[in-house]
């Protein structure tokens, strides 16, 4: 599938990042299956921890507004290489967003394509705690 159009909606994002700290710039676009996008880009805090990643805040803007159900997620940042989401947006993507394409888009607008259990094998999920 073409995700032309979600990897410049990635890359746009990024502009939109607030990273005081790392001056590491991520931006994120998600495509709900009604085909709308929501953009995020990360956040840092002096307080670490508190800082968000730019597909949480993509993914958290999109079910704060009733979406539901996702076809794809194109994560962009200053890299020559691919920067694939961290160990908790897997686990976010997994638990809210199900199988999906991850997209991961490079300073260059190369992409590479990934499901999201190629990124999370062996995922804990919501059967884990029935």
């Known amino acids: 599938m073409e995700y032309k159009e979600l990897a410049d ?9 607030l990273p005081t700290y790392s001056n590491f710039h991520v931006g994120a676009a998600l495509l709900a299956d009604d085909n ?14 508190l800082t968000i990643c730019a597909e949480r805040t993509a993914i958290f803007k999109a079910i704060s507004e ?3 159900k996702f076809k794809a997620i194109a994560i962009a940042s200053d890299l020559d290489g691919f920067c694939s989401p ?5 686990q976010v993507i997994s638990d809210l967003c199900g199988e999906i394409d991850i997209v991961l888009v490079n300073k260059n607008k190369e992409t590479k394509i990934y499901k999201t259990s190629e990124m999370l094998p062996l ?3 919501d059967d884990d705690l029935k």
């Open 9 to 17: 909606k990635a890359l746009e994002a990024k502009k939109f990042s």
């Open 66 to 68: 009733g979406e539901r």
């Open 36 to 49: 709308k996008i929501y953009t995020g880009g990360n956040i840092e805090t002096s307080s670490y921890s």
């Open 86 to 90: 961290c160990g908790a947006c897997r």
């Open 123 to 125: 995922a804990f999920s």
